[in-house]
Each structure stands twice: as structure tokens, then as C-alpha cells.
């Protein structure tokens, strides 16, 4: 039996619409299928909403997530704020104020090396082969959001950390750890901060509530270290909102493409999905973005919408367009497909099985979405 489901959709700016369209396509193909609805409601975000309203984050884009079961955002940035530090209102100040006022306190990163573009990586291909990890970033605590000034010879920064905030993200981190190899590497850096302190005493405490679980504790330098030299020591990274987000940036290069890394930001309340890449202005409009990461963060918010066997099918489409070369011209040694071919192809392969996504349907260029 179908389900009913409310999804915000936040393109934002650059690429973020183009890659938010396919990644509707992909939803609209598994509603298809699987018999079930799925409502949109579209808001503005970042440097489109200032230049609509004056607000990164306009009040009805915020209505629109707070109702949604779930929603879908593309990518934010443009050059004339990039380029200009003194900008008062930024399109950034909008996802921090969203992560904020919706409580997205664990932003979930999963870097996953796909076997057929394992010669894209930096890495050697014995470091690389296997890679499947994830990192549990704290989002709405820590430096970023500490107060922050100047003084008259300097200015500072506070990080500071309550209990709760630090527990509810382990448990999480603990609890996707049980479905997936069964280990946990807190990152920290307990040797000089009182907050990674709070972090390793408050996570060990944890760890007794999960006892299959191997609880590993690392320094953070020494952890992007081990980044490069062993990636496959990973399986679940739980860390703090700075750390996090070096960390994670560092992994999200081991597959060799951005455009291939979803991500999800989860609260109480709601979720919000994004690919982890930017707006890449340069690319817009012309229908050579990669739409793989925001239809992968389309197979993510499945996922936490209990539709675990839609999730799979998305993700097997996606596997059957990198094997066979059905891909934009970031991935392509040869010539790439445009952004809607391939999202086209996501979909065809849902809505029709695979059949449909064979070799020489692909010369004929099939497709049943439009």
C-alpha cells in the first residue's frame, strides 16, 4: 500500500536547480512504481531568496521545511557574495539559520568508493578498494556557534558543548554502527580541549549501552592522517561540528568525485538532503552537472521516510548508469551525457526495472521519463 509523503524542495542557486530537477524525476519515478505520493512544495534559498526578498532563508521557505516530512536541498553560493567579504547578508547565514532553527543537529556523510571509478581517486587503488564509511558530524554546537567577537588587539571564538548535544548524535552514530560493521571512531582532540574531553567521556559512557559495538577513539590529527594512509580502518567517524567538517571534506575526496556524495541533516522533527558539492556557477545552465549526489541524497531521504526497498532500487540505478558509462562528463574518460539524460536514465530504470537499462538501449537513446 502506497504512502503520502509532504517533500520540500530548496534548488538554491548554480547547479542546485538542475540536479534538484533530476533528482524529482527519480522520486516521481519511484511514487510511479511503488504506488505511493509524494507532495513538493518549492522555497527559496541563499543568493536567489536575497535577491528576492533580502533574506537567505525567507520566512515561507522556513514554513515549508518545518512541514515537510523531509526536504531536499540543491546547493547555495554565488561570485558577487564569494567575492565580496564584506557582504553584510551572505546566502550562507541561510543554511546555518536552517540547520539552527529546525534542529539539524547530525549532518550523516556516507563516502562510498564505486569499484568502476576507482582510477579517479588520488589515492592508490589497494587504499581506495572497499572504502564504505560514514561520518557523524555534530551540526548545531561547538565553535560555529559559540559566541564570537573582537577585541581591541584580537578577537576569539568559544566552544562549548552541553551533554545532550553530544549524546543524542552517539547514540545515532552507535545505532547506525549495529548496521554496518559494528565499529565507531570518535574524533577528537581530548589531549588539549576540555570539550573533547566532555566528547570522550560523555561517548564512552555510551558505548556501554552497546556492547557489540568496538568503540575506537582517535585525535583529529592524527585521524585525517589515517584518512589517507588507511581509509578502510573507517566504518563510523563520530565527531564534533569542526572537526567534522574537515574530516569530512577530506574523506568525500577518496572516491575521486564530488558529484557522487549525498548527505543528509537530521533533527527531531524533520531531515534535510543535499549533495555535498557547491553551486559551481560556472557550470549552470548548461546541462553538465552531475546529478548523481542529489539523487543519491533522494535515496537517502527514502531511506528515513521507512522506504528502504525504494532507497535500494535508486541506488541500484545508479550503480547500473556508472557501470555502463551513463554519466555526466566529470566521470566520462570519453564524452559525457547531459544532467537530464542521466537523470532520465535513473529514472527509466526505476519505473521500467532493469531491462530497461541496458547497453543498447542506451545507443538508442530510450527513455520513457520526460
Not at 568502476?116 to 551540526?139: A, F, N
Amino acid at each position: 500500500m502506497g504512502v503520502k509523503k509532504k517533500i520540500g524542495m530548496l534548488p538554491g542557486d548554480g547547479i542546485g536547480p538542475e540536479v534538484v530537477a533530476e533528482a524529482r524525476k527519480v522520486l516521481d519515478a519511484v511514487a510511479e512504481r511503488f504506488g505511493h505520493t509524494f507532495e513538493y512544495a518549492y522555497g527559496d534559498v541563499g543568493a536567489v531568496a536575497i535577491d528576492n526578498s533580502g533574506d537567505p532563508l525567507p520566512d515561507h521557505t522556513l514554513k515549508i521545511c518545518e512541514e515537510s516530512d523531509a526536504f531536499l536541498f540543491g546547493a547555495i553560493g554565488h561570485p558577487k557574495y564569494d567575492n565580496d567579504p564584506s557582504a553584510k547578508v551572505r546566502p550562507e547565514q541561510g543554511l546555518l539559520k536552517l540547520r539552527k532553527s529546525l534542529g539539524l543537529f547530525a549532518n550523516i556523510r556516507p563516502v562510498t568508493a564505486y569499484d568502476s571509478l576507482i582510477h579517479m581517486s588520488p589515492l592508490k587503488t589497494e587504499k581506495v578498494l572497499g572504502v564504505d564509511l560514514v561520518v557523524y558530524r555534530e551540526l548545531t554546537g561547538g565553535i560555529y556557534f559559540g559566541e564570537k567577537g573582537r577585541t581591541k588587539d584580537g578577537a576569539y571564538d568559544h566552544c562549548t558543548y552541553e551533554n545532550f548535544e553530544v549524546d543524542r548524535i552517539a547514540h545515532l552514530a552507535f545505532q547506525a554502527a549495529q548496521h554496518r560493521s559494528k565499529k565507531v571512531t570518535l574524533v577528537d582532540k581530548a589531549n588539549v580541549l576540555e570539550t573533547s574531553r566532555l566528547w570522550r567521556e560523555r561517548v564512552t559512557l555510551i558505548a556501554n549501552e552497546y556492547p557489540e559495538i568496538e568503540l575506537d577513539c582517535m585525535f583529529v590529527d592524527n585521524a585525517a592522517m589515517q584518512m589517507i594512509q588507511n581509509p578502510k580502518h573507517f566504518d563510523v567517524i563520530l565527531t564534533e561540528n569542526m572537526f567534522g567538517d574537515i574530516i569530512s571534506d577530506e574523506a568525500s575526496v577518496i572516491g575521486g568525485s564530488l558529484g557522487l556524495l549525498p548527505s543528509a541533516s537530521v533533527g527531531d522533527k524533520t531531515a534535510m538532503f543535499e549533495p555535498i558539492h557547491g553551486s559551481y556557477p560556472q557550470a549552470a545552465g548548461k546541462n553538465i552537472a552531475n546529478p548523481l549526489a542529489t539523487i543519491l541524497s533522494a535515496a537517502m531521504m527514502l531511506d528515513h521516510l521507512g522506504l528502504v526497498n525504494e532507497a535500494i532500487e535508486v541506488r541500484n540505478a545508479v550503480n547500473s548508469s556508472l557501470k555502463i558509462g551513463m554519466v555526466t562528463e566529470d566521470l566520462s574518460k570519453k564524452e559525457g551525457y547531459g544532467t537530464d539524460r542521466v537523470g532520465d536514465f535513473i529514472a527509466n530504470c526505476i519505473a521500467d526495472g532493469e531491462e530497461s537499462c541496458a547497453q543498447d538501449n542506451i545507443k538508442l537513446g530510450l527513455s520513457t521519463i520526460i
